[in-house]
């Protein structure tokens, strides 16, 4: 994929540059979409919840990811390369244009909509938990930490309650990896409507960026406790 990843920065204004990147209108989210759902199997590409709290954990890393390293993983979450013959360029420009985004908003500090979608409810729900609607975005968070796990690895105490806001999201019996922040996770009080499960999401994600991107003045106040 490194070949394509160069004539994508060398071809398509998409790549990264020092000016700043043209957000995505809803339109070429919708197409982002349709191509990733439109990739032939074996890929498992990210859908695009996933795909958007993947891309947030890579740019939390403490010492910026190669795009060579990360953009395999968006197409099939393994890594696997596409099949002969699939054009991969317009699917790598998107989402790098919303990496540079997302790369911006986190740089200065700003907030920025997470791609988080309404789900339908489970039977016998008459609707979702916040924690229903966020998780797939926070699975692709907690994937791309799992690649990439320099963030984890900083050890710093400040680290531990925005990612166990985050990591509250998913069922106990899936948290053996972070046990460490079980109790933690057991004192903080649930988001009462989705509203607030995003605003956790990208508190969270500035908090964290304080720790692994730091800039003068910026430790902020931390999320909520029961």
């Not at 013959?85 to 540079?100: C, E, S």
């Not at 009462?192 to 991107?213: H, N, P, Q, T």
Request: proline share 12%.
């Amino acid at each position: 994929m490194g070949g394509l990843i160069q004539a994508v920065s060398r071809d398509n204004p998409c790549m990264p540059t020092d000016k700043p990147s043209r957000p995505l209108s809803e339109r070429e989210r919708d197409r982002l979409e349709e191509l990733l759902d439109a990739l032939p199997p074996p890929l498992e590409p990210l859908d695009l919840s996933a795909l958007d709290g993947f891309l947030v954990g890579v740019l939390l890393q403490p010492r910026a990811v190669p795009s060579e390293r990360w953009l395999p993983h968006v197409v099939d979450l393994e890594g696997r390369a596409a099949p002969p013959g699939v054009d991969m360029a317009p699917i790598l420009a998107l989402v790098l244009r919303r990496h540079a985004e997302l790369e911006q908003a986190i740089a200065t500090r700003q907030w920025f909509d997470p791609w988080v979608f309404d789900l339908e409810a489970e039977p016998g729900q008459t609707e979702c938990l916040p924690s229903q609607v966020v998780l797939p975005w926070v699975a692709g968070f907690a994937a791309a930490l799992d690649l990439f796990p320099a963030l984890l690895q900083l050890g710093d105490p400040q680290l531990r309650e925005p990612l166990a806001t985050l990591y509250a999201h998913f069922d106990p019996d899936d948290l053996e990896e972070i046990d460490d922040l079980r109790d933690l996770i057991n004192e903080l009080a649930p988001p009462e409507s989705v509203s607030e499960a995003v605003e956790d999401l990208v508190g969270c994600a500035l908090l964290l960026a304080d720790v692994s991107r730091p800039r003068a003045g910026t430790r902020g106040k931390g999320p909520r406790h029961g």
